[in-house]
Protein backbone atom coordinates (compact mmCIF):
# COMPACT_ATOMS: atom_id res chain seq x y z
CA UNK A 1 0.00 0.00 0.00
CA UNK A 2 1.86 2.94 -0.76
CA UNK A 3 0.42 7.14 -1.05
CA UNK A 4 1.82 9.30 -3.52
CA UNK A 5 0.88 12.72 -4.41
CA UNK A 6 -0.26 14.50 -1.47
CA UNK A 7 -1.64 17.41 -2.91
CA UNK A 8 -4.35 15.11 -4.92
CA UNK A 9 -6.97 12.78 -4.04
CA UNK A 10 -5.24 9.83 -2.31
CA UNK A 11 -4.89 5.95 -3.80
CA UNK A 12 -4.43 2.84 -1.07
CA UNK A 13 -4.02 -0.05 -2.92
CA UNK A 14 -4.07 -3.58 -1.24
CA UNK A 15 -2.19 -6.06 -2.80
CA UNK A 16 1.37 -7.69 -3.10
CA UNK A 17 3.49 -4.73 -2.42
CA UNK A 18 6.82 -3.66 -0.75
CA UNK A 19 7.34 -0.45 0.91
CA UNK A 20 10.01 -0.08 -1.97
CA UNK A 21 7.57 -0.07 -4.69
CA UNK A 22 7.30 3.08 -6.86
CA UNK A 23 3.73 4.49 -7.78
CA UNK A 24 4.07 2.58 -11.23
CA UNK A 25 4.20 -0.15 -9.45
CA UNK A 26 1.32 0.17 -7.58
CA UNK A 27 -0.75 1.54 -10.39
CA UNK A 28 -0.14 -1.74 -12.19
CA UNK A 29 -0.97 -3.09 -9.05
CA UNK A 30 -4.32 -1.35 -9.25
CA UNK A 31 -4.88 -2.23 -13.20
CA UNK A 32 -4.71 -5.57 -12.86
CA UNK A 33 -7.05 -5.96 -9.79
CA UNK A 34 -8.96 -3.95 -12.02
CA UNK A 35 -9.60 -6.52 -14.63
CA UNK A 36 -10.52 -8.82 -12.49
CA UNK A 37 -14.16 -10.15 -12.29
CA UNK A 38 -16.19 -9.94 -8.63
CA UNK A 39 -19.48 -11.71 -8.62
CA UNK A 40 -21.26 -10.84 -5.26
CA UNK A 41 -21.72 -13.59 -3.18
CA UNK A 42 -25.85 -14.36 -3.12
CA UNK A 43 -26.10 -16.14 -0.14
CA UNK A 44 -24.00 -16.48 2.67
CA UNK A 45 -23.26 -20.21 1.73
CA UNK A 46 -22.05 -18.67 -1.17
CA UNK A 47 -19.09 -16.69 0.35
CA UNK A 48 -15.84 -17.73 0.37
CA UNK A 49 -13.53 -17.66 3.39
CA UNK A 50 -10.45 -18.45 2.55
CA UNK A 51 -8.53 -16.98 5.81
CA UNK A 52 -8.27 -20.11 7.24
CA UNK A 53 -5.79 -23.03 7.80
CA UNK A 54 -8.37 -25.72 9.49
CA UNK A 55 -9.58 -27.45 6.68
CA UNK A 56 -12.03 -26.55 3.84
CA UNK A 57 -12.92 -22.76 3.65
CA UNK A 58 -16.02 -21.84 2.80
CA UNK A 59 -18.53 -24.49 3.51
CA UNK A 60 -21.28 -23.43 5.78
CA UNK A 61 -21.92 -26.44 7.48
CA UNK A 62 -25.45 -25.33 9.65
CA UNK A 63 -26.20 -21.92 10.05
CA UNK A 64 -29.07 -20.92 13.00
CA UNK A 65 -30.60 -17.63 14.39
CA UNK A 66 -31.06 -17.02 17.90
CA UNK A 67 -34.39 -14.20 17.66
CA UNK A 68 -34.69 -12.58 21.35
CA UNK A 69 -30.69 -12.05 21.02
CA UNK A 70 -30.77 -11.25 17.36
CA UNK A 71 -27.56 -13.88 17.66
CA UNK A 72 -26.51 -15.62 14.35
CA UNK A 73 -24.50 -18.94 15.01
CA UNK A 74 -22.76 -20.23 12.01
CA UNK A 75 -20.75 -23.39 12.12
CA UNK A 76 -18.29 -24.67 8.67
CA UNK A 77 -17.58 -27.75 7.78
CA UNK A 78 -13.85 -27.78 9.09
CA UNK A 79 -15.24 -27.16 12.76
CA UNK A 80 -14.68 -23.24 12.85
CA UNK A 81 -17.90 -21.79 15.30
CA UNK A 82 -18.78 -18.04 14.01
CA UNK A 83 -21.10 -16.46 16.61
CA UNK A 84 -22.66 -12.92 14.67
CA UNK A 85 -24.24 -10.51 17.19
CA UNK A 86 -26.02 -7.37 15.71
CA UNK A 87 -25.32 -4.35 17.55
CA UNK A 88 -27.28 -1.48 15.70
CA UNK A 89 -26.96 1.26 18.40
CA UNK A 90 -23.05 1.43 17.88
CA UNK A 91 -21.26 2.56 15.23
CA UNK A 92 -18.34 0.48 15.55
CA UNK A 93 -17.89 -3.70 15.25
CA UNK A 94 -15.84 -5.74 18.12
CA UNK A 95 -14.07 -8.98 16.60
CA UNK A 96 -12.90 -11.50 19.09
CA UNK A 97 -10.83 -14.87 18.09
CA UNK A 98 -11.39 -17.67 21.04
CA UNK A 99 -8.79 -20.48 20.72
CA UNK A 100 -8.54 -23.41 22.82
CA UNK A 101 -5.09 -23.24 24.44
CA UNK A 102 -4.53 -22.40 27.88
CA UNK A 103 -2.21 -23.71 31.35
CA UNK A 104 -4.87 -26.29 31.16
CA UNK A 105 -4.13 -28.17 28.33
CA UNK A 106 0.09 -27.52 29.14
CA UNK A 107 2.14 -30.06 30.89
CA UNK A 108 4.92 -28.94 33.36
CA UNK A 109 7.58 -29.68 30.96
CA UNK A 110 5.96 -26.70 28.23
CA UNK A 111 3.68 -25.26 31.14
CA UNK A 112 3.60 -20.93 30.06
CA UNK A 113 3.80 -21.84 25.90
CA UNK A 114 0.43 -20.71 25.39
CA UNK A 115 0.90 -16.99 26.97
CA UNK A 116 4.15 -16.92 25.45
CA UNK A 117 2.95 -17.66 22.15
CA UNK A 118 -0.04 -14.75 22.72
CA UNK A 119 2.87 -12.40 23.05
CA UNK A 120 4.61 -13.82 19.68
CA UNK A 121 1.96 -12.79 17.76
CA UNK A 122 2.71 -8.82 18.97
CA UNK A 123 5.74 -9.54 16.94
CA UNK A 124 5.20 -8.74 13.00
CA UNK A 125 2.82 -10.65 10.07
CA UNK A 126 3.80 -10.89 6.10
CA UNK A 127 3.73 -7.17 4.89
CA UNK A 128 4.21 -5.49 8.50
CA UNK A 129 6.95 -7.61 9.69
CA UNK A 130 8.13 -6.14 12.86
CA UNK A 131 5.97 -4.75 15.89
CA UNK A 132 5.54 -1.49 15.42
CA UNK A 133 4.50 -2.07 11.39
CA UNK A 134 1.80 -4.39 12.77
CA UNK A 135 0.43 -2.23 15.36
CA UNK A 136 0.89 0.47 12.76
CA UNK A 137 -1.86 -1.70 10.31
CA UNK A 138 -3.99 -2.08 12.67
CA UNK A 139 -4.29 1.77 14.34
CA UNK A 140 -4.27 2.89 10.67
CA UNK A 141 -7.79 1.39 11.00
CA UNK A 142 -8.68 2.98 14.23
CA UNK A 143 -8.65 -0.07 15.12
CA UNK A 144 -7.81 -1.16 18.93
CA UNK A 145 -6.15 -4.84 18.81
CA UNK A 146 -5.18 -6.62 22.02
CA UNK A 147 -4.63 -10.26 23.30
CA UNK A 148 -5.32 -12.20 26.56
CA UNK A 149 -4.00 -16.33 27.63
CA UNK A 150 -6.63 -17.37 30.21
CA UNK A 151 -6.93 -21.10 32.14
CA UNK A 152 -8.58 -22.83 29.43
CA UNK A 153 -8.69 -20.40 25.82
CA UNK A 154 -6.96 -17.41 24.64
CA UNK A 155 -7.89 -14.61 22.64
CA UNK A 156 -7.43 -11.87 20.87
CA UNK A 157 -9.53 -9.05 19.83
CA UNK A 158 -9.98 -6.21 18.23
CA UNK A 159 -12.74 -3.07 18.04
CA UNK A 160 -12.67 -1.01 15.01
CA UNK A 161 -14.89 1.13 13.48
CA UNK A 162 -17.46 -0.71 11.45
CA UNK A 163 -16.52 0.82 7.82
CA UNK A 164 -12.75 -1.24 8.48
CA UNK A 165 -13.86 -4.26 9.76
CA UNK A 166 -13.12 -6.24 6.86
CA UNK A 167 -9.66 -5.06 6.62
CA UNK A 168 -9.27 -5.58 9.91
CA UNK A 169 -10.64 -9.31 9.42
CA UNK A 170 -7.51 -9.96 6.73
CA UNK A 171 -4.95 -8.47 9.61
CA UNK A 172 -6.44 -10.60 12.43
CA UNK A 173 -7.14 -13.73 10.24
CA UNK A 174 -3.01 -13.11 8.88
CA UNK A 175 -1.83 -12.91 12.41
CA UNK A 176 -3.75 -16.23 12.94
CA UNK A 177 -2.38 -18.36 10.02
CA UNK A 178 1.13 -16.67 9.19
CA UNK A 179 2.25 -14.93 12.29
CA UNK A 180 6.33 -13.98 11.74
CA UNK A 181 7.77 -15.13 15.29
CA UNK A 182 10.73 -12.57 15.40
CA UNK A 183 12.55 -11.27 17.66
CA UNK A 184 11.69 -14.01 20.40
CA UNK A 185 14.54 -12.95 22.45
CA UNK A 186 13.30 -9.76 22.72
CA UNK A 187 10.22 -11.45 23.72
CA UNK A 188 11.74 -13.72 26.27
CA UNK A 189 12.82 -10.35 28.28
CA UNK A 190 9.66 -9.02 28.63
CA UNK A 191 7.50 -12.42 29.39
CA UNK A 192 10.34 -12.76 32.05
CA UNK A 193 9.83 -8.90 33.70
CA UNK A 194 5.95 -9.85 33.57
CA UNK A 195 6.63 -13.62 35.42
CA UNK A 196 8.77 -11.41 38.33
CA UNK A 197 5.56 -9.84 39.16
CA UNK A 198 4.53 -12.48 40.56
CA UNK A 199 6.66 -12.64 43.17
CA UNK A 200 8.46 -10.93 46.10
CA UNK A 201 11.92 -9.87 46.39
CA UNK A 202 12.83 -13.28 48.40
CA UNK A 203 11.14 -15.32 44.79
CA UNK A 204 8.38 -16.26 46.46
CA UNK A 205 5.29 -16.64 44.86
CA UNK A 206 2.95 -13.89 45.57
CA UNK A 207 0.14 -13.98 43.03
CA UNK A 208 -3.28 -14.62 44.53
CA UNK A 209 -4.80 -16.28 41.50
CA UNK A 210 -2.04 -18.67 40.94
CA UNK A 211 -1.56 -19.49 44.42
CA UNK A 212 -5.69 -20.27 44.66
CA UNK A 213 -4.97 -22.63 41.74
CA UNK A 214 -2.38 -24.24 42.91
CA UNK A 215 -4.11 -24.79 46.44
CA UNK A 216 -7.49 -26.57 44.38
CA UNK A 217 -5.73 -28.58 41.85
CA UNK A 218 -2.19 -29.30 42.88
CA UNK A 219 -0.13 -30.74 40.24
CA UNK A 220 -3.10 -30.70 37.43
CA UNK A 221 -2.91 -28.62 34.59
CA UNK A 222 -5.34 -25.99 36.29
CA UNK A 223 -2.98 -25.65 39.44
CA UNK A 224 -0.22 -24.49 36.65
CA UNK A 225 0.71 -20.59 36.38
CA UNK A 226 -0.59 -19.36 32.95
CA UNK A 227 2.67 -17.34 32.31
CA UNK A 228 4.69 -20.44 33.53
CA UNK A 229 7.54 -20.00 35.71
CA UNK A 230 10.87 -18.61 36.46
Known sequence: RETWNASAPRLFVSGKLAATDTAADVLATWKQSQAVAVTPAQDIKDTAFAYTSFGPAG????????????????????????NLVRMPAVHSAALDVHVRVGSRFETQRDNGISHFHEHMLHRGIPGHPTAHAQALAFEELGAAFGAMTYVDHGVLSCGVPAENLERCLELTASLCETPLFSDIAIEKGIVREELLESYDGNGRLVDGASILRELCFGQHPLGMPIAGTK
Request: aromatic content about 4%; overall charge negative.
Open 59 to 82: TVASRQHVDDLDLTLVTFANGVRL
